[in-house]
């Protein structure tokens, strides 16, 4: 088992890492601060899975926690979002072009400064044509909280974004503070509109979706890191 990885894959929310595991089967799980770990080979490249945990915190703290512990050289993060209804279909993956944080909330100074302050642009040049899996490129958006519908028209007209999650923003400032690229990709697991989502109110939907969503991910992951170690999105910027 290696003590150090080529790659650490992160997956958040517990049913997106229930989903994961029967898809690697055989393997020693492991106990983390976090949660669950898991040593494998993944298209031939030393890997180590963390289940990171919901939320900016868990996700800033894990991934911290395992580019410490493992010293990668780089990070993904796999898992789900929520759509905008109308902009994005569900099961369309979207990998991140930027990653900003929109629940900032500063009233002494300029609140575009602090937003800005944790964003993170990504420089795509390295992606093949086509890419290992179809995908949806632009924006995502994170906040400690599921979509409010209220704040959709907000979030499309300043950020030019069609999905939100929970984690991805933390997961790439984080990875960028320590020089270690990072590719978040995120498949919609159901759509907000201007009332509410299929899954608010619905876990097992939100279940469900999880199963075909992380099959996927986990069907698609070595060709991902193939690509991604060709280049690893050095040019990555924090602004």
Request: charged fraction near 20%; charge should be negative; aromatic fraction near 12%.
């Amino acid at each position: 088992m290696a003590d150090k990885a080529d790659i650490c894959i992160l997956v958040s929310a517990g049913a997106e890492w229930r989903a994961l595991l029967p898809h690697y089967p055989g393997v020693n799980r492991e106990k983390s601060p976090y949660g669950e770990c898991f040593y494998t080979k993944v298209g031939g490249q030393h890997a180590w899975f963390l289940h990171g945990g919901w939320g900016k915190v868990a996700a800033a703290g894990s991934t911290q926690y395992a580019i410490d512990r493992w010293q990668p050289k780089r990070v993904i993060n796999i898992g789900t979002c929520g759509g905008f209804k109308g902009m994005i279909a569900q099961g369309e993956v979207i990998q991140a072009q930027r990653t900003l944080i929109y629940d900032i909330f500063e009233q002494m100074t300029d609140p575009a400064q602090a937003i800005a302050r944790y964003a993170v642009d990504f420089d795509l040049s390295w992606l093949p044509e086509p890419p290992p899996q179809p995908v949806r490129i632009g924006t995502l958006v994170s906040a400690d909280r599921d979509i409010d519908p209220r704040d959709i028209p907000g979030l499309i007209e300043k950020y030019g974004a069609f999905a939100a999650d929970w984690e991805s923003g933390a997961i790439a400032w984080v990875a960028r503070r320590n020089g270690v690229p990072s590719l978040i990709l995120r498949a919609v697991s159901d759509l907000v509109d201007a009332e509410t989502s299929e899954a608010y109110g619905d876990y097992s939907f939100f279940e469900a979706q999880c199963g075909a969503i992380m099959a996927d991910f986990a069907h698609y992951l070595p060709a991902w890191i193939e690509a991604f170690q060709n280049d690893g999105g050095r040019k990555t910027e924090v602004r």
